[in-house]
C-alpha cells in the first residue's frame, strides 16, 4: 500500500486528497496559531498581524484564518463587553506549491506571493505546512526558514502525556443572554445574537438551526447559572450541554444513572467526530478505569462520564478536587446532571447517593473562580420531582421559575398511543397470585406476539386521515398560537404526508421495537439467561421474532456473568443489526436510535413522567411509530391480613387458610374472583362481620378496609414499592441497631482477597479453599453459574503451588488463563503481605476486625474523642430471631415442617408485622407467646431482631436520614473494601432541631414546620442529645413516610388512571386505526397533565398574573377569592372543556409540588377540581367530582362558622349552573349537595353532644 500510494501521480487524484486533507490542514493551522497566541500573547496587543504561510502542498492557509476568524467574529458578538477577544487585523501571505492548487479560489481572494516577496518582508508569524511530507525527513529547498513554525506529519506515534492533545482551561467567559422568556412562559431568541449563535450549531453539530427549546438552555448555561432543562424526548438535550461545554475553557463531568446510557453518548459523541469524551463505569477493568481517570486528570479528556456513585468515592473526589494541582492548571464549566429526574425519583427510593449528589458536585467540581454551573436534563419531571431538583441543585426560589426551562408541549406528533386488554378470564373462587401471574404473564405474551406480527398492518392502519385527525387535534388543543384554516391545512397535509413516510420494505420482523418488561426474569421478565433457565416463559425467549432479529438488555444481573453478552446485544442493536429490544426501563434512558417503530410496555410505566420518558424512545426520526400499553383490569380480592389479628388462634388459622397456603417449602398467596363468595366464607368462621375494622398503626387508630383487592398489574408496582420503603418502624429499629450495635468484620483474607478480585474484575466467580484433610488449601474455583473451571494446588507448601491442569473437570472444562490469572493475583497479595507464612496460612488468617476500637456509634459519639470519622460495614452480621426463638419456645420439626430455621425464615418474609410473626409461629406450634413470662421479659431484644436486619441499601438509606438531621455531615465508600467512612458531627441538640428544621423548611410551609419543629423540641426537653438525635430522625421519617411515599403511590395511580380512563372513553370510529378515541384521549390527559399552565409559577396571561400555584401559596387573596377567580377565567373562556381539563391537571400537577402535610387541610384545589369535573359535562366524571366536592367543603367547614359554609355551598351552586352546561350533572350536583348536608349536620350533631359530655 505504501509503494502504491508512493508511486501514485498526485495530480491524477488532486480532487480527492483536497477533499480529504484540506479540513484536516486548516485544522492544524488553526490549532497552532492559537498556541503561539497563547504562548506568545504579546502579538495580540498588536493592532496588524503580519502572517506568511507556506504550502508545501494543499492549499489552506487562507481557509484556515479566514474561517478562524469567523469563530472570533461570532464569539466576541456573543460576549459581554469585558471578555470580548482583542484579536489584530490579520495580513496574510500565501506562497503556494502551484501544481497542488485545484482552484484559485480556495485561496479565499488573497493572491499568492512568490519566494522573492517572502525574502524582502518580515513577518510576525511563518507557518511552513504540509499535510503529506512527514517530519525530519524532506530537505526543505525553497523558502529559506526564518524562525518558521513548521507543520509536519509524523512518522511515529508519540504516545507521551506532553505530546498527547490537552483540553485548554481558563477563567469561564461571560456571554450575554441569548434569548428571552416571553410573559406566556415561552422563549424568543435575540435576534442580534441569531446569526452568530447558529455559526456555532452548524460549524460543530452540522445542525441548521435550534429545536424548541434548547437555546434557552443553552444561554443559560453559558452565563453560569444554574438550570433545569426539559425537553421532549428526542428534542435534543445532549446538544443543549455540550454545546455550552465547547464555548467554555474547561472540563465537564456528566452524570448518568446507567451505564449504557453513558456508553451510548460516548458512541453518539464519537459518530460525531467528538473524540475528546470517556467514560468510567463497573463494566470496566481496574486497570482501565485508572488509564481513563489518568487520561482525564491531564487534560485529555472534555467530557467524562460517571454515575453519581463516583462522588461518594475517596480517589474520585481526590482526582476532581486537584485537578488544577498538575501543571496544565485544568478546571472545570461545568457538571451536567443527565437525565436529572432520576436525583428525585430514585434518590429517595434505593440511590441515596443521588440526594447529596448537587452537594457534592458543588464541593468538589470547581471553576476557577469557586462553584461549577449544574445543568440538570430530562425529558419529563413532575412538579414534585422539580421541586426536589431546585433543593439538591441549590437554586434559590425566587429564581426558580427562571432556571426551569420547560417545552410545554410534550405530545409529539408522531406518536399514537394504543392498548392491549390482557384479561385472562379467571373466574376461580380461590386461585393464588402465582397461578394468576402465569395465566395473565401467557395471555400478555400471546397477545405481544399477535401484534408484533400485524405491526406492519397496524402501521399501515396510521394512514394519512388518522395521522391529519390526529394533527387537527393537537393544533386545536395543544398548540398556543391560533392558526389560520386555510393556512393550517396546508399544514397539516405537508407533516401528515412526512409522518406517514415509512419504508416499503419493512416487515414485522425488521420493524425496530422495544418492549420495555418489569422484571428481569419470569413470565414478565426479560430473559431466562438470568437464572440459565431450561425452559425459559420470559418475553426474550418466547418473542414471535428468530433469535438473530432480538436482542435483550438489563441493567444489572447481579453477577457480572451476562455482562459481555449484554454488552453485544446492546451494540448490536444500536448498529441496527437486531430489529428488536426487550428490556427493563434501564434501557430506555436517553437512547438515541433514530428508527424506533414501536415501543411496548408489557407492565404500564411508574408515574406519566417515565411513561412518556420510555415512550418517547419511538419515532425519533419524526415518522409514525406506535406506543403500545398491555393493561391488565382484572380485580380480584383478598382478606386484609391484619384484620386476622384480633380473633382468637383457631380463628386466626381458619382466615390464614383463606389467603395463603404452605407446601412445606414456601408461601402461596390465595385471591378470589368474586367478592360475595370471599365473604360468605369469613361469615363462617367469624361473627359480626363488618366492611371495616379499626386497628392502631403508629400509635394512631386508623379504619382499614376488611377486603382488599388485588390487580397484578398494580401488584407489581407494589413489590418495588414495598421494597424501597419498608415502613416507619422498620426503619426506626434499623436506626437502633446502626448507633448502638459493636459491629465487626469477620473474614479471613482469603474472603478479603477473593471479594476484591470480583470486585475489580466484574465477576462472581466461586471460590472455595479446602479447610483439612489430604486436600487441604486446594482452592477450588466455580463459575456463575457454579461450574468448576480450575484447581490451585498446594497452598499449604506440601510441594510446588501451582495450577492443576491435569485434574479432570466432569461438568466443566480448564479455564487455564483465567485460572492463571486468579493465582497471580493471589500470590501478588501474599508476597505483598506476608512472604514469611505458607500462602496457606496467609489465606486461612482472620482479617482485623475490630473496627471503631470496638465502640458503637453511641459510644463513639459520646467519646471524648476529637476524632470525626466513623467506619460503618457495607455487609452487617445478619441477625438470627429464628434461632433463638427456637431454644426459646422449644420450636421442633413437625409432620409438615422439616427444617425449622428455614420454616422461620419464610414465616418473617411472609408475615406483615413483629405480631403477626409471632401468631403465626403461635398458629403453627399450638402455642401461647404472646402472653408467656418469656416473651414479656424478651419483647425489646425479639423486635429488635425481627426488624433490624439490614442491607447495602439501608445502610446508605439511614446515613442520607442522618445527614439529613446534619449529624453525619459526609460519607466516602470504598467498595473494595466495603467499608462506608462516615463523618459525624458531635454538637448539642439544638444544632439537631434547627437543622431538622431547615430539612423541613425545603418541603413544607413555614408554618407547617413550625408546628413540627415545636412538637419535636417538646419531646426533647427532657432528652439528651442522641435521643433529640433519634426523635429528630423520627420526624423526618414521618414527614418521608406521609409526603414522598405518598406521592410515588400517587403517580402510580395517575398513569393507570389515565389508561383506564382512555380506555374507557374509548369507542369506534370510521377510521381504520381501532383505537383512534384511545389514542386522541390519552394525548389529552398526559398534555393537561405535562402542560398545566396554571400550575406554573409567574405565569402571566393576557396581562393578568394566573399562576394558581402562586395564589395558593403567597395568600394575598383568601381561598374563596382564589376559587371565585379561576372559576371566572375559565368561565370566560371560548374553549370552557378544555379550559377546564387545564384545571384538573393544573389541580394534579400542584398537589404533586406541594407538600401532603400543607395540603390535607385545603379547601380551594378541591372544589376547582371538582368545578372543573363537573365542567367536563360527562358522568364518566362526576363520581370524582363528588369526591373532591365533599372534601373541599368539609375542609372549609373546619376552618369557618357554618352561615359562611352554607353561603359559599349556595355560591359553587350559583356559579356552576350559570357557567357549566349542567344538563348531565344538574340532578347529581342535587344530590350530593343534600349528601353534603346530612353529613355537615351529623357532625354538628356529634359536636353538640360532645360538648355538653364535657359540660
Known amino acids: 500500500i505504501f509503494e502504491k500510494n508512493f508511486n ?54 487562507a481557509l484556515a484564518i479566514k474561517s478562524l476568524e469567523e469563530i472570533f467574529l461570532n464569539l466576541n458578538a456573543l460576549l459581554e463587553v469585558q471578555d470580548k477577544l482583542q484579536i489584530p487585523k490579520i495580513e496574510l501571505s500565501i506562497f503556494e506549491n502551484e501544481k497542488w492548487v485545484l482552484n484559485q479560489k480556495l485561496h479565499c481572494g488573497y493572491k499568492p506571493k512568490n519566494e522573492t516577496y517572502f525574502g524582502a518582508n518580515d513577518f510576525d508569524v511563518i507557518i511552513d505546512h ?14 529559506s526558514i526564518r524562525e518558521a513554525i513548521v507543520i509536519r506529519s509524523s512518522h511515529y506515534y508519540d504516545n507521551s502525556i506532553e505530546s498527547s492533545k490537552k483540553i485548554y482551561c481558563a477563567n469561564l467567559l461571560n456571554y450575554e443572554e441569548l434569548s428571552i422568556k416571553n410573559s406566556d412562559g415561552s422563549y424568543s431568541s435575540k435576534k442580534v445574537f441569531e446569526e452568530n449563535i447558529n455559526f456555532f450549531i452548524k460549524n460543530i453539530f452540522r445542525k441548521k ?45 456528566v452524570v448518568d444513572p446507567i451505564k449504557s446510557l453513558m456508553e451510548d453518548q460516548v458512541r453518539v459523541l464519537n459518530n460525531n467526530w467528538i473524540d475528546c469524551c470517556d467514560y468510567i463505569n463497573s463494566n470496566l477493568k481496574r486497570e482501565e478505569k485508572q488509564s481513563k481517570l489518568i487520561d482525564f486528570k491531564f487534560g485529555q479528556t472534555q467530557f467524562l462520564f460517571v454515575s453519581p456513585e463516583r462522588f461518594v468515592m475517596e480517589d474520585f473526589r481526590k482526582i476532581i478536587n486537584t485537578i488544577d494541582n498538575t501543571k496544565y492548571k485544568l478546571a472545570f464549566s461545568f457538571c451536567i446532571i443527565d437525565e436529572v429526574h432520576c436525583l428525585s425519583e430514585w434518590g429517595h427510593d434505593f440511590r441515596s447517593t443521588y440526594l447529596m449528589l448537587g452537594k457534592n458536585a458543588q464541593k468538589f467540581v470547581k471553576t476557577r473562580s469557586g462553584k461549577v454551573s449544574l445543568v440538570g436534563l430530562t425529558a419529563t419531571a413532575s412538579y414534585d420531582v422539580l421541586a426536589d431538583i431546585e433543593r439538591e441543585l441549590d437554586i434559590k426560589h425566587d429564581d426558580a421559575a427562571n432556571a426551569v426551562i420547560s417545552i410545554d408541549n410534550t405530545i409529539r406528533k408522531e406518536l399514537f398511543f394504543d392498548f392491549i386488554e390482557c384479561n385472562a378470564k379467571i373466574d376461580n373462587h380461590s386461585i393464588s397470585d402465582r397461578e394468576i401471574k402465569n395465566k395473565i404473564g401467557t395471555v400478555k405474551r400471546d397477545k405481544l406476539n399477535d401484534y408484533v406480527k400485524n405491526s406492519i398492518n397496524k402501521l399501515k392502519t396510521l394512514d394519512d386521515k388518522v395521522i391529519s385527525n390526529s394533527l387537527q387535534q393537537h393544533y386545536d388543543e395543544f398548540e398556543m398560537e391560533s392558526i389560520d384554516n386555510i393556512v393550517l391545512d396546508k399544514i397539516i397535509s405537508k407533516e401528515s404526508a412526512a409522518i406517514n413516510e415509512i419504508p416499503n420494505s419493512l416487515a414485522f420482523d425488521t420493524t425496530t421495537s422495544i418492549i420495555f418488561c418489569p422484571h428481569t426474569q419470569g413470565i414478565l421478565g426479560v430473559t431466562g439467561r438470568v437464572n440459565n433457565s431450561i425452559n425459559p416463559k420470559e418475553v426474550f425467549e418466547n418473542l414471535a421474532i428468530i433469535d438473530t432479529k432480538k436482542s435483550y438488555f438489563i441493567g444489572n444481573d447481579e453477577a457480572g456473568r451476562l455482562s459481555e453478552e449484554i454488552h453485544e446485544h446492546f451494540v448490536n442493536f444500536l448498529d441496527g443489526k437486531t430489529s428488536y429490544m426487550v428490556c427493563t426501563k434501564a434501557f430506555g434512558m436517553g437512547i438515541d436510535k433514530e428508527d424506533v417503530r414501536a415501543v411496548y410496555h408489557i407492565n404500564y410505566s411508574s408515574s406519566p413522567e417515565s411513561y412518556i420518558q420510555e415512550a418517547g424512545r419511538a419515532g425519533r426520526d419524526k415518522k409514525k411509530s406506535l406506543c403500545v400499553n398491555l393493561i391488565n383490569t382484572e380485580e380480584f380480592y383478598f382478606l386484609n391480613p391484619s384484620y386476622i389479628k384480633q380473633f382468637s388462634k383457631e380463628a386466626r388459622v381458619r382466615l390464614r387458610h383463606l389467603i395463603e397456603a404452605f407446601d412445606g417449602e414456601k408461601f402461596t398467596l390465595i385471591r378470589n374472583s368474586n367478592k360475595e363468595t370471599l365473604i360468605n366464607d369469613i361469615k363462617l368462621i367469624v361473627a359480626n362481620y363488618s366492611d371495616t375494622f379499626k386497628i392502631e398503626i403508629n400509635k394512631k387508630e386508623e379504619q382499614l378496609n376488611t377486603i382488599l383487592t388485588y390487580n397484578l398489574d398494580e401488584s407489581i408496582h407494589d413489590f418495588f414499592h414495598k421494597n424501597s420503603f419498608k415502613g416507619i418502624e422498620t426503619e426506626l429499629f434499623q436506626l437502633e441497631r446502626f448507633f448502638t450495635r459493636k459491629e465487626e468484620i469477620k473474614k479471613t483474607v482469603f474472603k478479603q482477597i477473593t471479594d476484591i478480585y470480583n470486585l475489580e474484575n466484574d465477576r462472581e466467580i466461586d471460590f472455595y479453599l479446602t479447610p483439612d484433610g489430604v486436600y487441604q488449601g486446594n482452592i477450588w474455583l466455580k463459575t456463575e453459574d457454579k461450574i468448576k473451571f480450575g484447581r490451585i494446588i498446594r497452598t499449604n507448601g506440601a510441594g510446588v503451588l501451582s495450577v492443576d491442569f491435569n485434574h479432570i473437570l466432569p461438568e466443566g472444562s480448564i479455564d487455564v488463563k483465567l485460572t492463571n490469572h486468579i493465582l497471580e493475583f493471589i500470590k501478588t497479595q501474599w508476597q505483598k503481605n506476608s ?67 428455614n420454616y422461620l425464615e419464610t414465616l418473617q418474609k411472609q408475615s406483615s408485622d413483629f405480631v403477626d410473626y409471632l401468631q403465626r409461629i403461635e398458629e403453627t406450634w399450638n402455642l401461647e407467646i404472646l402472653n408467656s413470662e418469656i416473651y414479656f421479659n424478651n419483647k425489646r431484644l425479639y423486635k429488635e431482631l425481627y426488624y433490624s436486619n439490614i442491607n447495602r441499601q439501608d445502610i446508605l438509606r439511614i446515613i442520607y436520614r442522618l445527614y439529613s438531621i446534619k449529624f453525619i455531615s459526609d460519607y466516602t465508600i470504598d467498595y473494595n473494601k466495603g467499608l462506608v467512612t462516615i463523618s459525624i458531627n458531635k454538637e448539642d441538640k439544638n444544632f439537631y432541631i434547627d437543622a431538622t428544621y431547615n430539612h423541613l423548611l425545603k418541603y413544607l410551609s413555614k408554618e407547617k414546620t413550625e408546628l413540627k419543629i415545636e412538637e419535636l423540641s417538646n419531646k426533647c426537653i427532657d432528652l439528651d442529645v442522641f435521643h433529640t438525635i433519634k426523635q429528630s430522625v423520627k420526624i423526618i421519617l414521618d414527614f418521608t413516610y406521609s409526603d414522598i411515599v405518598g406521592k410515588r403511590k400517587k403517580a402510580i395511580e395517575d398513569i393507570r388512571e389515565f389508561i383506564t380512563e382512555s380506555i374507557h372513553q374509548n369507542a369506534k370510529t370510521d377510521l381504520k386505526f381501532n383505537n383512534a378515541k384511545y389514542n386522541i384521549h390519552f394525548k389529552q390527559l398526559m398534555f393537561y397533565y405535562f402542560n398545566a399552565k396554571y400550575a406554573k409559577s409567574g405565569y402571566v396571561e393576557f396581562g393578568e398574573d394566573r399562576s394558581l400555584i402562586d395564589d395558593f401559596k403567597n395568600k394575598e387573596l383568601n381561598d374563596w377569592e382564589v376559587f371565585v377567580k379561576y372559576t371566572k377565567i375559565l368561565n370566560d373562556k371560548a374553549s370552557f372543556i378544555n379550559e377546564c381539563k387545564m384545571m384538573r391537571g393544573s389541580c394534579k400537577r400542584i398537589w404533586r409540588s406541594l407538600a401532603i402535610e400543607d395540603t390535607k387541610e385545603e379547601y380551594v384545589l378541591k372544589l376547582l377540581y371538582a368545578y372543573a369535573s363537573f365542567g367536563l359535562n360527562n358522568p364518566y366524571y362526576f363520581q370524582e367530582a363528588e369526591k373532591y366536592f365533599l372534601e373541599g367543603f368539609e375542609n372549609l367547614y373546619l376552618k369557618n362558622d357554618y352561615l359562611y359554609f352554607e353561603n359559599k355551598l349556595n355560591k359553587f351552586l350559583e356559579i356552576i349552573s350559570e357557567s357549566v352546561k349542567y344538563e348531565n350533572s344538574k340532578e347529581y350536583i342535587r344530590r350530593i349537595k343534600h349528601k353534603l348536608m346530612l353529613k355537615i349536620s351529623t357532625q354538628n350533631v356529634q359536636n353538640l353532644i360532645k360538648e355538653l359530655k364535657d359540660i
Do not use: W
Open 8 to 61: 501514485r501521480n498526485s495530480s491524477d487524484y488532486l480532487e480527492e486528497y483536497s477533499l480529504l486533507f484540506m479540513p484536516f490542514s486548516v485544522a492544524r493551522i488553526q490549532k497552532t496559531i492559537i498556541d503561539h497566541f497563547i504562548a506568545n500573547n504579546d502579538l495580540l496587543k498588536k493592532e496588524t498581524l503580519q502572517i506568511a504561510i507556506i504550502e508545501r502542498d494543499l492549499p489552506c492557509g
Open 209 to 253: 438551526e435550534f429545536r424548541n427549546g434548547q437555546l434557552p438552555i443553552i444561554s443559560r448555561a453559558l452565563q453560569q447559572k444554574p438550570v433545569i432543562g426539559l425537553l421532549p424526548t428526542g428534542g435534543g438535550k445532549s446538544l443543549t450541554y455540550q454545546l455550552p461545554v465547547f464555548l467554555q475553557p474547561g472540563l465537564c463531568l
Open 130 to 143: 504540509s499535510i503529506f511530507r512527514r517530519s525530519q525527513i524532506y530537505k526543505e529547498k525553497e523558502y
Open 835 to 901: 512472604p514469611n507464612t505458607t500462602l496457606y496460612e496467609y489465606l486461612s488468617k482472620p482479617v482485623e476486625n475490630i473496627i471503631n476500637n470496638g465502640l458503637s456509634l453511641k459510644d463513639f459519639f459520646e467519646s471524648d474523642s476529637n476524632n470525626l470519622n466513623f467506619i460503618v460495614p457495607l455487609d452487617l452480621i445478619k441477625d438470627s430471631l429464628s434461632e433463638i426463638l427456637i431454644i426459646d419456645f422449644n420450636l421442633i420439626i413437625t409432620p409438615t415442617i422439616n427444617n425449622v430455621i
